[in-house]
């Protein structure tokens, strides 16, 4: 699986989450001014892919038009709706039914997780639920009606 990043503008905005530290992990992150990460290098990596996994903020902006882009061009797309944020939940639940209402799957970490894993008996199974054991924190989400 690619695992590909991009910041919005990171010369004049700093980087988004500098804790992440996607260097150490070889992720490839690539700068942008556009709202979508469909830039000309990432479309590149992904012309192969029939479906990618969305996450990442903010939710009614740049998520959501790389999950409208992605969509144009024939990609089903997957957004983690407990990974995706905004400043304020009304942006984040608006964000997230505009990209369902236009084709994209909403889902949750755990459920991608797990369907990744594709079964109990994965290897990594016991350390992985070991991790989705742990009480998540509230996402908000609930609260409001998608």
Not at 35 to 62: A, D, R
Not at 77 to 82: N, S
Not at 125 to 144: C, M, N, S
């Amino acid at each position: 699986m690619k695992i590909i990043a991009t910041e919005q503008y990171p010369k004049g905005l700093g980087h988004t989450v500098s804790e992440l530290d996607l260097n150490k992990h070889n992720i490839p992150v690539f700068e942008k001014k556009k709202f979508s990460m469909c830039v000309p290098s990432v479309t590149k990596m992904l012309e192969s892919s029939q479906s990618v996994i969305l996450c990442g903020l903010e939710t009614h902006v740049c998520v959501l038009h790389t999950a409208l882009d992605m969509l144009e061009k024939g990609i089903a797309v997957h957004v983690i709706a407990d990974a995706v944020s905004s400043r304020s939940q009304t942006d984040r639940m608006f964000g997230l039914r505009q990209m369902e209402v236009a084709g994209a799957i909403l889902t949750t970490s755990e459920c991608v997780i797990l369907g990744l894993l594709g079964g109990a008996d994965h290897p990594k199974f016991r350390d992985v639920q070991k991790i989705i054991l742990e009480l998540a924190p509230d996402t908000g989400l609930l609260q409001y009606s998608l």
